[in-house]
């Protein structure tokens, strides 16, 4: 039965009933269903990366560096590299995840790089960690 179920307003966040056709909290105009994809990909995009971060920490920007002895970023564009390599030869059965890694790796990548501009840049104005 209509109304039973709740839709989340994508401005406010409030829930309201389904059967009305707009968020009555902030009357948004309604969202074409490219931009609400959109929304909803890059917060499940962001909902992956912070779960693993959370299980794994800070690992990518802070490599243990046992094998590997580059720079933060030659080990993230090296596994760009190989999910790239994986997603041409579809060593991959799921496409989907490989680009869903992708992402992620591109997003950790620019992480990283904003992280060591921050620090360059405390340093130079003499704020040291
Ligand atoms: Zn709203």
Known sequence: MKGDTLNRCMQCGHTYSEGMPRCPF???????PMRIA???ICDEVKEVL???NRMYGDSLANPVNIFHKGSD???INARIDDKLARIR????????DAELDLIGYLIMKRAVKRIQADRKGRAEHGVFE
């Open 89 to 96: 030869s579809a060593q991959t059965d799921d496409a989907e």
């Open 26 to 32: 902030c009357n948004p105009e309604p969202e074409p």
């Open 38 to 40: 959109i929304m909803e």
């Open 73 to 75: 970023l030659d080990g």
């Open 50 to 52: 912070l779960e693993k």
